[in-house]
């Protein structure tokens, strides 16, 4: 079987500094902000060519984080692709606002700038353009526009765009251990060239409080634990490698299924660098092919076969085309950093077996 991630191997590349990083902490016994998290925190602020970075409990936690940050409340609208992981608009709604959903592009896959200009009105608060499967929006045309943008950069870490890895006001990501920098567990973080935005994010994340019980707004429980940052710190060195690797893994893919009839390759926006957080690739009858694929020892995926606002909670009755057209089409081949050309010519073998 080849599944869609293998985190074994990674693992295998930090297990013994995760322990001893682990044993420091146990002989500690400071399992709460120990200074594992701020190092992390500095780490990863120089590796995304950000000023400030605050770690938080999980993704969703730092996007709703990061939304609030800027402002987003009760009455807001928030303007975001429906083609996203949930999380996107769980964020919005618990921040109290209204999600506010637009198409794709259907060649890059990532938000419609058009429709999100156009979705704009007197309530909206803030756009979430979504760095989907590893590259980055073209955020710069959201720009101007008197409303906030919340990256969310939950698939996107170390890539950039016309050299720059940060082009919007705040940023979130996850450490879900399957993305590319994964904890071993939960974990996330808000990263801003904006002290102020840094620091409100800080202060909603630790109970409101900025001194120990003295609390000066509502807040929440989201800290990045420090056994995870001791993972992430261990794996953070390694993220530039790996992610070179996803991308020899991707050219290979392309090398591989070019030119196969039915299979329309992922493109890349021109000034992006791709981390390919994911490969995705466009099939016809994707559930037939997909079940074929599994039936023949190949985890392929789907990311995500239901757009936001055809899931119950979200259900808003509207029409988006493109991505219910690609979320019929839509396949996610097996990537990892240390994906073997035997594994991957065996994947394309199965799928163009599949396709016939
Ligand atoms: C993983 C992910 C999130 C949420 O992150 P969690 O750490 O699981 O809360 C949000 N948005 C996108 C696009 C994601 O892929």
New binding site residues.
């Given amino acids: 079987m080849i599944p869609p991630v293998d985190l074994s191997l990674q693992h295998a590349e930090v297990a013994a500094e995760v322990a001893a990083g682990w044993d420091v902490v146990f002989s500690k016994t400071a399992f709460v902000g120990g200074p594992q998290v701020a190092e992390f925190e500095q780490e990863y602020a120089t590796f995304s060519n950000v000023a400030h970075c605050v770690g938080v409990a ?4 730092a ?1 709703e984080l990061a939304l609030r940050a800027v402002g987003v409340g009760q009455g807001d609208e928030c303007i975001l692709p429906t083609n ?2 949930i ?2 608009a769980e964020a919005v709604a618990r921040a109290g606002a209204t999600p506010m959903f637009v198409d794709c592009d259907p060649d890059s896959f990532l938000i419609d700038t058009k429709a999100a200009l156009a979705a704009i009105t007197s309530r909206t608060k803030a756009v979430l353009p ?1 760095h ?1 499967y590893g590259q980055l929006a073209p955020v710069e045309e959201l720009r101007d526009q008197g409303i906030a943008i919340v990256e ?1 950069a ?2 996107s870490q170390g890539a950039t765009r016309n050299g720059l890895n940060f082009v919007g006001d705040i940023a979130a990501t ?3 251990p399957g ?1 590319n920098l994964g904890a071993y567990g ?1 974990a ?1 973080a808000v990263t801003t060239n904006d002290s102020a935005l840094a620091e409100k994010v800080r202060l909603l994340s630790q109970h409101g409080s900025a001194e120990k019980y003295v609390h000066s707004a509502l807040g929440f429980n989201s800290r990045l634990d420090t056994l995870q940052a001791v993972v992430l710190q261990a794996k953070l060195r390694r993220l530039a490698v790996w992610n070179a690797q996803r991308a020899a893994a991707a050219d290979y893919y392309s090398t591989l299924l070019s030119g196969v009839a039915g299979v329309r390759l992922p493109q890349v926006l021109p000034g992006n660098s791709h981390v390919w957080h994911l490969y995705v690739i466009r099939v016809p009858e994707r559930n037939r092919v997909h079940d074929e694929m599994r039936a023949n020892g190949v985890g392929a995926a789907i990311h995500y076969p239901t757009p936001i606002h055809k899931t119950e909670p979200f259900a808003t009755g509207e029409t988006f085309p493109n991505a219910e057209l690609l979320a019929g089409e839509i396949l996610s081949l097996p990537i990892f950093p240390g994906i073997t050309r035997a594994q991957q010519e065996r994947v394309a073998e199965v799928l163009i077996g599949a396709l016939a």
Avoid at 58 to 61: A, V
């Fill in positions: 999980n993704g969703t936690d996007l996203s992981f999380a996107t979504v989907l969310d939950a698939q996850s450490f879900y993305k939960d996330g």
